[in-house]
């Protein structure tokens, strides 16, 4: 029998690509998810264990049943403009769900966990190439709370030698390549898809948020890789710990940043079409620049980014996004029911 990987936010955009990296790995990923923000139908790749992180007998009711070899730790509010409206719902939510699943594993006896973190916990850094030894300094409640998280992890590592890999994303983009999952937030926030439903006419224009950065163009500079690449890290992270390589945090990017007009500027050789542009204030909480040194992945893993060129992510998203998704009519209905569309 395949060794079973429980995968929270299994139902998500990052985690869904996961569980199919997972199931393609040779392991059974069961997505444990509230289907708050993700669909139950993106979970194609294993069993859906329905739970709630807030909720810790529904955590410790999944394990039991599905006794997997280790966690998979997507589930998260993961707005950075959201959590600066809203902080106490970011600490709330992030850190104590996380909190339960931690103790939860612990309890059940399982010594092996992979944890989504971000470069929201390196902040504001003046442009400097961020690695995982650059001392991490939030400026928003999202990073604040992922930055707590790690602390949970490196507390409960000592205590109960619960090995960890925490990986720091950078800005995650595209979709699944053969078109069996993708990414589909309501309400969208994020730039790439945004940009394209612009571009489809699904919305009027993009609003860029500043252009009086001190960057080359004005506009905020990020790096961004392709989910596909991020999720094959995760599998090659999970082995490393099955493998007893112990606890490690790794950065995962491509080094090259690119800021919104650029990104805007790439869309267009592969779109052939304009995006509907406004000038927008600044959002709160955005650092100027978030460029990640990658290294560590590459030479120790052994991660290999093989889609994350813009062009590749862009043109993965636009086939995705002009597919009309597979969630289409079950989203739609989601989407109407929350009186969000
Ligand atoms: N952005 C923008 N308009 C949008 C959404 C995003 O100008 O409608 C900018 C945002 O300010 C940031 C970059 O695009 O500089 C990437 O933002 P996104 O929300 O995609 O990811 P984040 O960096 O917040 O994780």
């Not at 506009?219 to 690449?229: A, N």
Request: aromatic share 8%; charged share 20%.
């Amino acid at each position: 029998m395949a060794d079973r990987v429980l995968v929270t936010g299994g139902a998500g955009y990052i985690g869904a690509h996961a569980c199919k990296a997972l199931a393609r790995a040779g392991f059974e990923p069961v997505a444990f998810d509230n289907l708050s923000t993700g669909w139950a139908e993106a979970v194609r790749f294993g069993p859906l264990a329905q739970g709630d992180l807030t909720d810790r007998a529904s955590i410790d009711a999944a394990l039991a049943e599905w006794n997997p070899v280790a966690v998979m730790h997507f589930a998260a509010l993961s707005l950075v403009g959201e959590s600066m409206k809203d902080p106490g719902k970011y600490w709330r939510t992030n850190v104590n769900g996380s909190l339960n699943l931690i103790e939860a594993t612990v309890a059940a006896g399982i010594r092996n966990f992979v944890f989504s973190s971000t470069c929201a916990t390196y902040g504001d850094q003046d442009g400097v190439v961020l690695n995982e030894a650059t001392p991490q300094y939030p400026i928003n409640a999202y990073g604040g709370s992922k930055l707590a998280i790690e602390g949970i992890l490196r507390d409960f590592g000592a205590a109960f030698g619960l090995n960890h890999v925490i990986f720091r994303y950078f800005n995650v983009a595209g979709a699944d390549p053969e078109g069996e999952v993708g990414e589909q937030h309501v309400p969208e926030t994020h730039l790439i898809p945004i940009m394209l439903e612009a571009i489809e006419g699904k919305r009027p224009a993009l609003t860029v948020f500043g252009d009086d950065y001190p960057t080359r163009d004005g506009t905020c500079v990020r790096d961004y890789v392709h989910v596909s690449d991020l999720v094959d890290a995760h599998v090659l992270g999970l082995k490393w710990l099955l493998d007893g390589k112990g606890t490690r945090a790794f950065n995962l990017g491509t080094g090259n940043g690119f800021t919104v007009r650029e990104v805007i500027d790439a869309s267009r050789a592969v779109t052939n079409a304009e995006v509907p542009l406004v000038r927008g204030a600044r959002r709160a909480g955005d650092a100027v620049a978030l460029v990640s040194g990658s290294e560590r992945a590459i030479s120790e893993l052994g991660w290999e980014p093989k889609r994350s060129s813009l062009p590749q992510m862009i043109g993965d998203a636009w086939r995705w996004s002009k597919g009309g998704a597979i969630f289409g009519e079950a989203g739609a209905r989601t989407c109407r029911a929350r009186g969000e569309c």
